[in-house]
C-alpha cells in the first residue's frame, strides 16, 4: 500500500521539489536499484535500514513498521519522461512510547537487533530531505508526530543537516542521551594499526596466549562470504552465543523464537546480496570465536562477537577480533566499521582507536510544540536512568555476594 503527498522543497532548490511517500515494506524492498543507487551517493550507509533486514524483521515479527521514502523529482520528471531519483530512507516503527506515556510515537532503530538509527540520505541534498520527511511526518494524519530517533550521528554533514532542517522549520528536538562507542577508521595497514593501538607487552601477551591455545591443537582462522557459507557458519554462531552468558541470561538469539527466525531470514538475504562475512577462529576446526560483520556501501558495522567461555583464560574473542580488525583494515572498499557496542567500553573499545559520536533524539515534527516535548522527553530520561540504576544494584549485590560466598570458603 502505498500513501503520497507530494511536498516541495525550500525554493532555493530551483524547480526541483522532492516528494515523500509512505510505503509498506514489500513495496520498499522492490526499491532494488533505486536504493544501491542512493546507498551510493550517501555519506552515511546504514545496514539497518536495507530492504533485506527490514523484508526479514516485517515477516518474522509482524511490527507497524512505516518507511519514507523522499524522491527528487524535476520538472521533466513529474511529465513522465524520466523516472525520479531516490533521495532519502528512514524506515520506522509506529508503537507505543517507552516511557510509559499512554500515547504513539514513531522510533527508529526498528529492532533491539539495529543498533544505528540514521536515514539513508543522498549527501547533496541533506537539508532539504530532513526538511521533506519532517513536512510529511507532521502533515500526515495517520503517523504520530512524535520521532524517538536513537543511535543517530551526532556530529557531521548529516547532523548538522538535522539540525538545520529542524531550526528552519521551528521544530523541538530534545537529546535523550550522548555516549561514543569505538569505530574502526584509518588508512593504515592492519598490522601497522595493530602496532600502533596495541602496546608492546600487550601484543606480546596475546602472542603468548595464542601459543598456549596451540598446544591444545591447531589454531586457524576462517573467514565465510559465500551464501551457503554464511548460513551454515551463522548456525554455529548462534550455538556458540547461546551457550555463554548470553544464553544463561536468556539474551541470546536462541533464547527467542522471532529473535531467531529474523536473525535467520536477516542473514541469509544480507548473503545473497554479499553484504555479510563471517570469521571464526577455530581449534582443531572447532569454532571458538566468532563474529559477524554487515555491510552496506562502504560501511561495515561489527554486529555480533561470541566465543567460548570455557577458553576464557586465552582470550579467543580478542584474538579474533586482532585477526578481524586486519582484514577489515586491508579490505580498501571499507571506509569505516561502527562497532555497534552501545556503550565505550570492552575489548574492541580497547582495540579501536577511534570514536563515533551517538546521540539519541526525542523530535517533534510540529512547530513550536514545547512542552509535549519536554513531558515524554524526561519520562524517557527517568525510564533510562531507573533502568542503568537497577543495573548497578544488581551487580554490586552479585559482587557481594560472591565476596560473602569466598569468605565462608576460607573460613571451612
Not at 152 to 174: F, I, K, T, W
Amino acid at each position: 500500500m502505498r500513501d503520497d503527498i507530494g511536498l516541495f522543497c525550500p525554493p532555493s532548490l530551483g524547480t526541483t521539489d522532492i516528494r515523500v511517500e509512505v510505503v509498506d515494506v514489500d513495496e520498499f524492498a522492490q526499491a532494488g536499484d533505486a536504493w544501491r543507487d542512493l546507498v551510493s551517493r550517501t555519506a552515511v550507509p546504514n545496514v539497518f535500514m536495507e530492504p533485506a533486514v527490514v523484508l526479514a524483521l516485517d515477516r518474522s515479527t509482524g511490527i507497524d513498521i512505516r518507511v519514507l521514502m523522499a524522491w527528487h523529482v524535476t520538472a521533466g520528471d513529474m511529465g513522465g519522461d524520466k523516472p525520479p531519483r531516490l533521495l532519502g530512507v528512514w524506515v520506522v516503527t509506529v508503537g507505543r512510547s517507552p516511557s510509559g506515556l499512554p500515547i504513539r510515537i514513531l522510533k527508529s532503530p526498528i529492532s533491539k537487533y539495529a543498533y544505528f538509527g540514521a536515514p539513508v540520505v543522498d549527501t547533496e541534498y541533506a537539508s532539504a530531505v530532513f526538511t521533506a520527511l519532517f513536512d510529511r511526518i507532521a502533515l500526515d494524519p495517520k503517523l504520530p508526530k512524535l520521532l524517538l530517533a536513537g543511535d543517530m550521528m551526532d556530529e557531521g554533514p548529516l547532523a548538522d543537516a538535522l539540525r538545520g532542517a529542524l531550526a528552519a522549520r521551528g521544530s523541538r528536538a530534545v537529546v535523550i542521551e550522548r555516549r561514543k562507542r569505538a569505530k574502526l577508521q584509518s588508512d593504515l595497514t592492519g598490522s601497522s594499526y595493530l602496532g600502533r593501538s596495541l602496546s608492546g607487552n600487550r601484543r606480546r601477551r596475546y602472542q603468548q596466549l595464542r601459543k598456549r591455545l596451540a598446544l591444545m591443537g591447531a589454531v586457524t582462522t576462517t573467514s565465510h562470504r559465500s551464501s551457503n557459507e554464511v548460513r551454515s557458519a551463522f548456525e554455529d554462531f548462534l550455538l556458540l552465543e547461546a551457550s555463554g552468558w548470553k544464553g544463561k541470561r536468556r539474551s541470546a538469539i536462541l533464547n527467542d523464537a522471532k529473535s531467531t527466525a529474523f536473525a535467520r531470514a536477516m542473514i541469509a538475504d544480507l548473503a545473497e546480496a554479499d553484504l555479510v562475512a563471517i570469521h571464526a577462529l577455530r581449534l582443531d576446526g572447532r569454532a571458538i570465536a566468532m563474529s559477524v560483520e554487515l555491510r552496506s556501501g562502504a560501511a561495515c558495522f561489527a554486529w555480533r562477537i561470541s566465543f567460548d567461555e570455557s577458553l576464557r583464560q586465552f582470550a579467543p574473542g580478542i584474538l579474533l577480533l586482532h585477526e578481524v580488525t586486519v582484514a577489515l583494515l586491508d579490505d580498501r572498499s571499507i571506509v569505516v566499521t561502527d562497532s555497534c557496542n552501545h556503550r565505550d567500553v570492552g575489548f574492541v573499545a580497547d582495540c579501536w582507536a577511534e570514536r563515533l559520536s551517538i546521540v539519541d533524539l526525542l523530535i517533534d515534527t510540529r512547530p513550536a510544540r514545547a512542552a509535549m516535548i519536554e513531558t515524554v522527553g524526561g519520562a524517557e530520561r527517568l525510564r533510562r536512568r531507573a533502568r542503568e540504576n537497577a543495573k548497578s544494584l544488581y551487580k554490586a549485590a552479585k559482587r557481594w555476594g560472591a565476596s560473602v560466598y569466598k569468605g565462608h570458603a576460607r573460613g571451612s
